[in-house]
């Protein structure tokens, strides 16, 4: 176990230079189209999804409309997930989102679980496949090997936009 969190450390720590700067996107504005989150098919355990969350808090944090941190720190790795259940995928404001989340963006795809499950346990496979672009995603190798465990994780993430 501290082999995988020293590697896991390491990569995030290499990344973070690259993507800080990036990140001056409003944390208080939810995803685009999160209205549409409340008809979303939800099949995971959102408890067990906020366990998992702690696995995406090194990059992502879950900030509400009046400035509220719901999950996660202050880290400006990763765009703010608040209302990312039912959003357009690359959606948050300000990003600076990789060529291929770019063109998910443009394509239209929306996180449904069905979507978000497969993106989570192999984010550039995934946005290569639906896109047919080539390229490369910004997130780091941290995922999801379950798709249980994504779903989940989807679970709380729609969890804490519904409150």
């Known amino acids: 176990m501290k082999f995988n969190l020293t590697i896991l450390a390491a990569g ?9 700067e990036s990140h001056e996107a409003e944390a208080t504005e939810p995803m685009e189209n999160a209205e549409a989150a409340e008809e979303l098919v939800i099949t ?9 969350f702690r696995q995406c808090a090194a ?12 999950a996660g720190k202050a880290s400006k790795t990763g765009p703010n997930l608040y209302g990312v259940a039912g959003a357009v995928a690359g959606s948050v404001e300000g990003f ?11 394509a239209g795809i929306v996180w449904t679980e ?13 946005l290569t496949g639906a896109t047919g672009e080539s390229g490369r995603s910004n997130m780091t190798p941290q995922r999801m090997r379950k798709p249980e465990d994504a779903a989940d994780l989807f679970a709380y993430l729609h969890s804490l936009a519904s409150e």
């Open 59 to 70: 990059c992502h944090v879950v900030v509400n409309a009046e400035g509220e941190t719901l």
């Open 12 to 20: 995030l720590l290499a990344a973070s230079p690259l993507f800080a």
């Open 114 to 126: 069905e979507a978000f499950v497969p993106y989570i346990q192999d984010p550039t496979g995934y």
């Open 44 to 52: 995971g355990n959102a408890e067990a999804g906020e366990k998992l």
């Open 96 to 106: 600076k989102y990789s060529n291929l989340m770019s063109e998910a963006n443009e």
